[in-house]
Nanobody
């Protein structure tokens, strides 16, 4: 079993920055082989893809609205995935979730159903 715990959310003014962390624990020698993703969900909206990173960190993907502002990274030794968020906008306000894809895939996935493990989420609020 894999457990994911997000942290680093909070309240920030537009134009500010936050760094989210996702700490993973559980099955030994498994997390380092998982692709990891960040998703977000605002009240009344569907959960949407934000960013993903391949198991070795050499491939990343972002939704268009965050390209150039957000950076996903991982430290497999520390079993931690990060999302650095800069130039935040009010429309970035949402609960942010970390997710793990345990199945080998040639391409990174932006589909929530393809991720097997999820954290509880951390709230990000951007004021105008």
């Amino acid at each position: 079993q894999v457990q994911l715990v997000e942290s680093g959310g909070g309240l920030v003014q537009a134009g500010g920055s936050l760094r989210l962390s996702c700490a993973a624990s559980g099955r030994a020698f498994s997390i380092s082989t998982f692709a990891m993703g960040w998703f977000r969900q605002a009240p009344g909206k569907e959960r949407e893809f934000v960013a993903a990173i391949h198991w070795n960190g050499r491939s990343t993907d972002y939704t268009d609205s965050v390209k150039g502002r957000f950076t996903i990274s991982r430290d497999n030794t520390a079993n931690t995935v990060y999302l650095q968020m800069d130039s935040l906008k009010p429309e970035d306000t949402a609960v942010y979730y970390c997710a793990a894809d345990s199945r080998y895939r040639q391409f990174l996935s932006a589909t929530p159903s393809r991720y097997d493990y999820w954290g509880q989420g951390t709230q990000v609020t951007v004021s105008s």
